[in-house]
């Protein structure tokens, strides 16, 4: 007879993803696609409004999801006008509920957090939407708002280790404002920059081939002390994908056995 039992004692691992949407109707047929190769997927720019957010649980009905528009503020004085815009989400599998929940968000829709526990780590994992610099002071600002938000979760969590990821909106290079703002606080956290352990080398992220434009500017931070256990990281680019950000997927490796489905 079949030892069942070896399966579930072994090492496992999370799968986890970030995506940039760009439209929740743009791109909801490839976040399916996303949730059959991943537990936990965080996403950004899916437009929608709070009344809307209901899509994402008729995404996948192994999954369970929790977002935050963007426009509530819009809405609330009167008639959105132009496109809509922002907003982050995050879905992880139902049978994943006893290792993995939703912690907060942001008022602002930039930043939502859910809290992993596991048997060899507890993690607080922040997926993100970072402003576009608007080469001004407000641009500065927005950053230390998403940051100071952050900290301020961290510091309710003293044993929790720290991974933000998402559409940082920066590349991380010297003189870049937004990188130069957000490494102060990276390296207060012992937090380390991802890019470096792509496996598909591929080096950038966003992508407007009309224009020719190409930046790498979504990215995963995690703790220095958890990074080793980060495996097979990769930019994604699978012409199936419809947004103009490539989404980045990697597994945490886990002494907890996860559940077999």
């Known amino acids: 007879m079949a030892n069942n039992t070896a399966k579930t004692q072994c090492p496992g691992s999370l ?4 995506f940039n949407m760009h439209g929740f109707n743009n791109s909801w047929t490839y976040l399916q696609e996303l949730c059959k190769k991943n537990d936990i997927i965080f996403v950004q720019e899916h437009w929608l409004a709070n009344s809307q957010l209901h899509y994402f649980n008729e995404i996948d009905p192994d999954f369970i999801s929790y977002g935050k528009s963007a426009m509530d503020k819009s809405y609330s004085v009167g008639i959105l006008r132009g496109r809509p815009f922002g907003g982050v ?3 992880w599998k139902n ?7 939703y912690c907060c968000s942001d ?7 859910v809290k992993i526990v596991l048997d060899d780590i507890k993690l607080l994992c922040f997926g993100c939407y970072f402003p576009v610099n608007s080469h001004n002071e407000q641009y500065m600002a927005s950053v230390g708002n998403v940051v100071g938000y952050i900290e301020s979760v ?4 003293p044993n929790f280790k720290t991974c933000v990821l998402g559409d940082l909106n920066f590349e991380c290079v010297s003189g870049n404002v937004g990188f130069e703002s957000f ?8 937090l380390k920059c991802c890019d470096d352990i792509d496996s598909n080398n591929i080096g950038f992220t966003y992508h407007h081939e009309t224009l020719g434009q190409r930046s790498l500017i ?6 220095a002390v958890t990074k080793p256990s980060i495996d097979n990281y990769c930019i994604v680019n699978d012409c ?21 489905t």
Request: with cysteine; charged share 20%.
């Open 15 to 18: 799968s986890i993803a970030t």
């Open 95 to 101: 049978s994943l509920n006893k290792v993995i929940s």
């Open 107 to 113: 008022d602002d829709g930039r930043v939502i957090c």
């Open 154 to 157: 961290i510091d309710d969590y």
């Open 183 to 190: 490494i102060k606080f990276a390296d207060s956290y012992n």
């Open 89 to 91: 989400a995050v879905l």
């Open 218 to 223: 979504d990215h995963v931070f995690m703790d």
């Open 240 to 260: 199936s994908n419809t947004s103009d950000h490539f989404p980045i997927m990697f597994k945490l490796l886990t002494s907890t056995p996860q559940p077999i």
